[in-house]
């Protein structure tokens, strides 16, 4: 067999070549596989954002859907009272984690009897238990926790009608000075927020570390200079001066018929028929003598403790009798849900008689604090008719402050609406949106609500 002529080493290029060749085709087969494989796993990423964001668009939109439920549940609860003006009782509502469909929601509440604390609490809130800013008066402001004495003068003079100057007040003398400049308003104040307005109304005055307006203490309040607010990390909520203020306290005065009250003050004749009516004619003629000749009563309290008139009869007249002929009486507290802070604002209640008040109506039935003649329990009789012009025991104006949260504890929703009873059927007085002051709910429930969402994933 004749050897080739060729040299092994020019056989092999070709092999070489071809070999060389397939290894570049793998390499980009490779790199197109590479290549497809990134762009599937974008894709895929892609998607993966897509559907969180379309699940918490749902989830958001569940949350307002069920905010808006809940003020519709508010309204229908509101409008089933059997007596309105009597306090709600929280044990004959639905105020946590109520459903609506996947959604929920709650009424972020407060507890007057009970200091705040990092718990939520949960239920309405009565603007009857705060000072409303249109009545109170300058002293009583001035009592409020973070209160100056400055501000309380410019509170006054913004309400006012007039521009006279008050010591250490401000009229638009002083408001054409800022930038930019605006006249004062001289006339009610129409918002609680409105207080933003008012000359020397700084944020640590008006939300003071409660910057969320909760009632929660959240680590972000307890934790001192570490993150805003500025807060002095006594394990104690300071609330600012808004969480014990209104503008709605107001309440018709009709009976609940709604014929006119009597007035008291006018005239013992038509007290008498009232008693008659009410007591019978012999404990009327027990009564008449005590209650003087005549003369004015500053308050249904006096009335009750000059004619030593008992609870059980004062809560048969109390819904009768008024001192007033007005068609309706503004800004009375009701020293049942009104919290130590606000009691301590009231001439003859103050520092001293605010815990026993608080002490007396704990653990007491809706029909043991039905008249304010129990306040004469509570206090010394001086310190309670001292009292008596400024308090009562009705509530016609509610706040439900809900939160609400989508499926998996997503999405949430705040709204605050505040209902008004003085005219029988339930109207809304005002409505904001919330939910940029963030989460109200507290730091356990979010951590449950977490939990629940990693375990509904699995």
């Known amino acids: 067999m004749k050897a080739s002529s060729v040299p092994a080493k020019s056989r092999l290029k070709p092999v070489l070549r071809h070999r060389r060749a397939r290894g570049a085709v793998l390499v980009i087969v490779m790199w197109i596989a590479l290549g497809l494989v990134s762009v599937a796993l974008l894709f895929g990423g892609s998607m993966m954002l897509e559907y969180r964001a379309a699940d918490n668009a749902v989830a958001a939109r569940q949350a307002e859907t069920a905010a808006a439920g809940a003020a519709r549940y508010v309204r229908f609860l509101l409008s089933d009272l059997t007596t309105p003006g009597e ?7 639905s105020a ?39 009545t109170a008066t300058r002293e009583m402001l001035e009592l409020l926790p973070r209160m100056t004495a400055e501000l309380a003068a410019a509170i006054v003079d913004w309400r006012d009608e007039d521009d006279d100057l008050s010591p250490d007040g401000a009229e638009s003398e002083t408001y054409l000075k800022l930038d930019p400049p605006y006249n004062c308003k001289n006339a009610p104040f129409e918002s609680v927020d409105e207080l933003r307005l008012v000359y020397g109304a700084d944020l640590e ?24 607010p500025s807060d002095n990390a006594d394990g104690r909520l300071d609330a600012g001066i808004c969480e014990y203020l209104t503008v709605y306290s107001r309440q018709s005065n009709t009976q609940a018929d709604g014929t006119p009250r009597v007035n008291i003050n006018g005239g013992r004749r038509q007290i008498e028929e009232v008693l008659v009516e009410a007591l019978g004619e012999t404990r009327t003629a027990e009564i008449m003598p005590l209650l003087g000749p005549g003369g004015q009563f500053r308050s249904l309290l006096e009335f009750y403790y000059r004619g030593q008139i008992t609870l059980d009869e004062a809560a048969l007249l109390e819904d009768v009798l008024t001192v007033s002929d007005g068609d309706e009486i503004r800004g009375l507290v009701n020293i049942i849900t009104a919290p130590e802070p606000v009691l301590l604002c009231l ?4 520092e001293e008689g605010a815990p026993a008040v608080i002490a007396y109506r704990q653990n007491k039935t809706a029909d043991e604090l039905a008249t304010v003649a129990w306040l004469l329990a509570a206090l010394a009789p001086e310190r309670a008719l001292e009292a008596g012009p400024y308090i009562t025991v009705k509530s016609y104006q509610w706040t439900a402050d809900v939160a609400a949260t989508g499926r998996n504890g997503r999405g949430l929703a705040r709204i605050q609406w505040v209902f008004d009873l003085a005219g029988g059927q339930p109207t809304t007085l005002y409505r904001r949106d919330l939910s940029h002051l963030g989460w109200p709910l507290g730091v356990d429930l979010r951590a449950t609500l977490t939990a629940e969402a990693r375990e509904e994933q699995r």
């Open 205 to 228: 005055i008006l939300y003071g570390e409660d910057t969320n307006r909760n009632g929660v203490l959240d680590p972000n309040e307890d934790d001192g200079d570490a993150s805003p």
């Open 96 to 134: 946590e984690a109520v459903p609506v469909g996947e959604a929920r929601f709650w009424l972020v509440g407060r507890d007057p009897n009970e200091d705040p604390d990092e718990h939520p609490r949960f239920g309405l809130v009565d603007e009857a238990g705060k000072l409303n800013l249109n």
């Open 347 to 350: 001439p003859g209640i103050g």
């Open 87 to 93: 306090p709600l009782d929280a044990a004959d509502y």
